[in-house]
């Protein structure tokens, strides 16, 4: 179950550094690294999901697939 809303996209801003040390190729690759890791998560927790229903489905007497 997650906490966002399944019918709206949710916006993330991004916040940078103050200070200048941090190079935007850096910025960009933590984003991206981090965009990755949610989007497997979001994936791995539809497949289970799915796997969920289709268990349901399939113990269900008398149903018809």
């Given at each position: ?5 399944q019918d709206k996209p ?56």
């Amino acid at each position: 179950m997650g906490i966002g809303r399944q019918d709206k996209p949710v916006r993330i801003e991004v916040i940078l550094p103050d200070n200048d040390t941090e190079t935007p190729h850096m910025t960009d690759a933590s984003v991206l690294r981090l965009a990755r890791l949610i989007g497997r998560q979001m994936a791995r927790e539809d497949h289970e999901r799915q796997k969920r229903s289709r268990r349901r489905r399939q113990s269900v007497p008398g149903q018809k697939s």
